[in-house]
């Protein structure tokens, strides 16, 4: 006869652990960006240390997610989309504001 032992870790599990990591870190993203909407906004306080921390904190998601190869072509792509034009963005924002002090 085979003893039955009891399974502590399943896929189950590890896939609800995995989500809960993901919400807790987008909450906690989100909050830090709106922090630093606020502070620039209202305070007129520059936040760059809280900028380097969410930056930080994606840089080494996507470092780890490299090392292990679990990246898709259609994430990178979708990824330098996002970036590009994110920095047509800022690009306007800050050719708008500056024309704006003249």
Same mark, same amino acid.
């Given at each position: 006869?085979?003893?039955?032992?009891s399974v *502590? @870790?399943?896929? %189950?599990?590890?896939?609800?652990e995995?989500?809960?990591?993901?919400?807790?870190? !987008?909450?906690?993203?989100? +909050?830090?960006?709106? *922090? @630093?909407?606020? %502070?620039g906004?209202l305070?007129?306080?520059a936040a760059?240390?809280?900028?380097? !921390?969410?930056?930080?904190? +994606?840089a080494?998601?996507? @470092?780890?997610q490299?090392?292990h190869?679990t990246?898709s072509?259609?994430?990178?792509?979708?990824?330098?989309?996002?970036?590009?034009?994110?920095?047509?963005?800022a690009?306007?924002?800050v050719?708008?504001?500056?024309?704006?002090?003249?």
């Amino acid at each position: 006869m085979m003893k039955s032992e009891s399974v *502590d @870790i399943d896929e %189950r599990t590890i896939a609800v652990e995995n989500a809960s990591v993901r919400t807790g870190y !987008l909450i906690l993203t989100y +909050g830090i960006l709106l *922090d @630093i909407v606020y %502070r620039g906004a209202l305070l007129r306080e520059a936040a760059w240390d809280l900028m380097a !921390l969410v930056g930080g904190a +994606g840089a080494i998601v996507i @470092i780890q997610q490299a090392v292990h190869r679990t990246l898709s072509r259609y994430w990178i792509l979708k990824s330098v989309t996002i970036a590009f034009f994110s920095a047509i963005v800022a690009i306007a924002i800050v050719f708008l504001l500056h024309q704006a002090r003249w």
